[in-house]
């Protein structure tokens, strides 16, 4: 039976517990192989699935908090990579993705952005979390119309000259998992504006 180890007063709960018995902090069960908090009855990991009752003593991790934060969301997808793929190659095609996703981290990083998550060809990246700064809009604008710019020359550069990029960036409230590390941090309908207005944009053009 796993122990779960309160990690604000280092006191020994017994498995099955939701808070600690001598200081009442919340207590979750830590994957001894991957760190992933998990309930204190739980059997198996839930991320790698590693067991959790191998008699070993598991540290609790407080589990990850959800607060209100103004965060700068950019949503681009590329236009008409579909139809451009029905005529290459798998493997060029799979080429141009990967180059595509490495221009687009780099942009986001050069202006203190981070990426969420890519769908498909599509990249959704947030400004404002983990850390905040007074012209976080601004830089989602810059690295947006910067991206559109680089997607432009990377057809161009593939001898795909009908290779273009659209973009959006909504600014706003949003739910943010405290913690969290790519896909899962932002969520809440300031998401799906951002995406729906992406949408709308003309080839090459960002929507503010």
Not at 36 to 41: F, H, L, T, V
Not at 164 to 168: I, L, W
Not at 192 to 196: D, G, I, P, V
């Given at each position: 039976m796993a122990i779960v180890t309160c990690s604000s007063c280092g006191h020994s709960n017994r498995a099955g517990r939701k808070f600690c018995a001598s200081c009442g902090s919340p207590l979750a069960v830590a994957c001894p192989a991957c760190g992933?908090?998990?309930?204190?009855?739980e059997r198996f990991c839930g991320e790698c699935g590693s067991p959790l009752t191998d008699g070993s003593v598991a540290a609790a991790a407080p589990l990850p908090a959800v607060e209100r934060r103004l965060v700068s969301i950019l949503f681009a997808d590329l236009v008409g990579f579909t139809s451009l793929a029905e005529s290459r190659d798998a493997e060029d095609v799979r080429e141009q993705l990967t180059r595509y996703f490495e221009v687009s981290r780099q942009v986001v990083e050069r202006y203190g952005g981070t990426i969420e998550k890519f769908i498909g060809d599509a990249v959704m990246a947030v400004w404002g979390t983990p850390s905040a700064r007074e012209d976080d809009a601004e830089r989602a604008v810059r690295a947006a119309l910067e991206l559109v710019d680089a997607v432009a020359a990377l057809g161009a550069g593939a001898g795909l000259p009908g290779l273009?990029?659209?973009?959006?960036v909504v600014t706003g409230e949003a739910a943010v998992t405290v913690g969290a590390e790519g896909q899962g941090m932002v969520a809440g309908d300031l998401v799906?504006?951002?995406?729906?207005i992406q949408s709308l944009a003309e080839p090459g053009a960002v929507l503010v």
């Open positions: 992933s908090g998990n309930e204190p009855d273009a990029a659209r973009a959006a799906n504006t951002a995406s729906r």
